[in-house]
């Protein structure tokens, strides 16, 4: 994540502001526009999303209006979430997951959505250690009975 976006993320989450910044848009083929509105409208991160360096997962259980994300995280076991909030700016699906419990009291991932690789990217800040990047990967949906 580029230090600019990732100083966009942090000052407008840190100011409670979570409206959309505009940007100039072309007219995209009917499936792109599709597309590019479930990610303009935080849409495509519904799901869970697990990330391969260790199981740990993300699950979005629902995407509301002015940004707020209902989640869950699990280390296989739950772990709380403080707060969940999306942004949608400068054509960038971004999100931030507060964690806080037992071990994680301060701890939050900065992520934004990929959507060439159809991933979460970004940086995970552990409480009291040092930053590092970390993907996720959408876990698919077990089949209909």
Same mark, same amino acid.
Do not use: C
């Given at each position: 994540?580029?230090?600019?976006?990732?100083?966009?993320?942090? *000052?407008?989450?840190?100011?409670?502001?979570?409206?959309?910044?505009?940007? !100039?848009?072309?007219?995209?083929?009917?499936?792109?526009?599709?597309?590019?509105? !479930?990610?303009?409208?935080? +849409? $495509?991160?519904?799901?869970?999303?697990?990330?391969?360096?260790?199981?740990?997962?993300?699950?979005?259980?629902? $995407?509301? !209006? +002015?940004?707020?994300?209902?989640? !869950?995280? *699990?280390?296989?076991?739950?772990?709380? $979430?403080?707060?969940?909030?999306?942004?949608?700016?400068?054509?960038?699906?971004?999100?931030?997951?507060?964690?806080?419990?037992?071990?994680?009291?301060?701890?939050?991932?900065?992520?934004?959505?990929?959507?060439?690789?159809?991933? =979460?990217?970004?940086?995970?800040?552990?409480?009291?250690?040092?930053?590092?990047? $970390?993907? *996720?990967?959408?876990? =698919?949906?077990?089949?209909?009975?």
């Amino acid at each position: 994540m580029s230090l600019t976006l990732r100083s966009l993320f942090a *000052f407008t989450l840190l100011t409670g502001s979570l409206a959309a910044i505009t940007s !100039a848009e072309t007219e995209p083929a009917a499936a792109d526009k599709t597309v590019g509105t !479930a990610i303009e409208n935080g +849409e $495509v991160l519904s799901g869970q999303w697990r990330r391969p360096d260790g199981g740990y997962v993300i699950q979005i259980k629902s $995407v509301g !209006a +002015e940004g707020v994300l209902e989640a !869950a995280y *699990f280390n296989p076991r739950p772990i709380r $979430v403080e707060s969940a909030q999306w942004l949608f700016g400068g054509g960038v699906l971004q999100l931030r997951i507060r964690l806080n419990d037992t071990g994680y009291q301060g701890a939050y991932y900065l992520l934004q959505y990929e959507p060439e690789s159809n991933r =979460l990217v970004g940086e995970y800040h552990p409480a009291n250690q040092e930053t590092f990047e $970390v993907a *996720f990967e959408r876990l =698919l949906a077990p089949p209909r009975e």
